[in-house]
């Protein structure tokens, strides 16, 4: 079992409910972002799942030069501002740099480092003595034991209000797979494990100057995961994702995520009922 950790009015972790992680990739424009909060808010509050809102302020890994980044620093947190106290939901969103995390960490409940990031000992340091929890996402390229290491570094701050995430690993060129051992592996560590399985069916630089993706798989990563027994499930969501400044062929349309959430809640039931 995994240490639980509030995140406002949310528990993550121990053997509570699953906790749904959800929003569009990256934040487009100020309309958008709160139409798709306000349903994931609907859908998740009638099945009485707990949800944290996810969007990026900035996507600084981009494949080519031409790939979308951001409406603008201020302008998109303080976009992810208004949801949070439009809907009381809390906010998870990625830094970038130990420079980014002052102003993040007033919107922010959960800074996440980004998988690509997860060994750049700066960042951790300044994310684990920013007070903010910390989700430290799995890089494509490291072994599920080897998050002891990252999770080390942000708790010598003192912060020990860590989570970790799977989004799957480098499997051949333009290819990712997710090892559900991993989810058992990380969560031996003892701090809760989220599984991202829209990352996960990303196809990295699979597009000519763009990450192809491969979105019919999401729905079985998820089933899968939540099975072998996580504390929470990341999901990038958009109301039309072919037209998405980023992620455009991994993530979930938005009009698929309640019957996706349908199947894992009674999924998620079952193995923690044992």
């Known amino acids: 079992m995994t240490k639980e950790l509030t995140i406002r ?11 749904i992680i959800a929003g569009p ?9 709160l139409r798709t909060a306000e349903r994931i808010k609907t859908i998740t509050g009638a099945l009485g799942m707990p949800f ?20 603008g620093m201020d302008e998109a947190l303080a976009i992810l501002l208004e949801v949070k106290e439009q809907f009381g939901v809390p906010i998870l969103t990625d830094v970038h740099s130990p420079e980014e995390i ?5 919107v922010a409940d959960v800074l996440q480092i980004p998988a690509f990031l997860c060994r750049q000992t700066e960042l951790l340091l300044a994310a684990g003595e920013s007070g903010c929890i910390v989700n430290i996402k799995k890089g494509q390229f490291l072994a599920p034991e080897d998050m002891k290491h990252p999770i080390e570094k942000v708790a010598s701050t003192g912060n020990d209000a860590i989570c970790v995430t799977e989004r799957g690993a480098s499997f051949g060129y333009h290819n990712l797979v997710v090892d559900m051992r991993s989810l058992a592996v990380m969560r031996s560590l003892g701090y809760p494990v989220i599984l991202d399985a829209t990352h996960s069916v990303q196809l990295p630089s699979g597009e000519s100057g763009r990450s192809g993706g491969q979105p019919e798989f999401i729905y079985p990563i998820a089933r899968a995961g939540v099975a072998v027994g996580i504390d929470g499930l990341f999901l990038e969501t958009h109301p039309d994702p072919a037209r998405a400044l980023s992620d455009a062929a991994s993530q979930l349309r938005l009009d698929l995520l309640e019957p996706l959430l349908v199947q894992v809640k009674k999924i998620d039931e079952t193995v923690k009922a044992f």
């Open 25 to 33: 990739c990256v934040v487009e424009n100020r309309d958008m972002i």
């Open 102 to 106: 002052a102003a993040v960490a007033q």
């Open 9 to 19: 009015t949310v528990t993550l972790g121990g053997n509570t409910p699953l906790v």
């Open 52 to 71: 944290i809102f996810k969007s990026s302020y900035k996507k600084a890994n981009r494949t080519s030069l031409q790939g979308f980044v951001s409406i």
